[in-house]
């Protein structure tokens, strides 16, 4: 389970950090990211991080946010400075994880995704 906070109302030029923590019987994880989407668009990538801490950025964003984790809380942050009208969106959270399947010792991975917070900057 994926669970995002942080999200809000921000003026042009102001920051917010999202946060998502990731929840269960895991056994560990691999890549997380951030994805935006806008009503009537598709879903697209922001920022993402593997496990080993190398970073991507979507072009638009590049210089402005900065993505990091912290493995030993399951837990991504997105660091969100100099917001612009167009970063306005509904923002996911997504991590590929292996976890325990329930009463074996068995393992399954599979990405998951939270269920949104909405960020929204105002002109």
């Known amino acids: 389970q994926l669970q995002a906070s942080g999200g809000g109302l921000v003026q042009s030029g102001g920051s917010l950090r999202l946060s998502c923590v990731v929840s269960?019987?895991?056994?560990?994880?691999?890549?997380m990211g951030w994805y935006r989407q806008v009503l009537g668009k598709q879903r697209e990538l922001v920022a993402i991080?593997?496990?080993?801490?190398?970073?991507n950025y979507a072009d638009s964003v590049k210089g402005r946010f900065a993505i990091s984790r912290d493995n030993a809380k399951n837990t991504v942050h997105l660091q969100m400075d100099s917001l612009r009208a167009e970063d306005t969106g509904v923002y996911y959270c997504?991590?590929?994880?292996?976890?325990?399947?329930?009463?074996?010792?068995?393992?399954?991975?599979?990405?998951?995704w939270g269920q949104g917070t909405l960020v929204t900057v105002s002109s």
């Open positions: 997504n991590a590929h994880v292996t976890a325990f399947v329930a009463g074996t010792s068995r393992r399954r991975s599979n990405d998951y």
């Open positions: 269960g019987s895991i056994f560990s994880i691999n890549a």
């Open positions: 991080i593997a496990s080993e801490a190398t970073t």
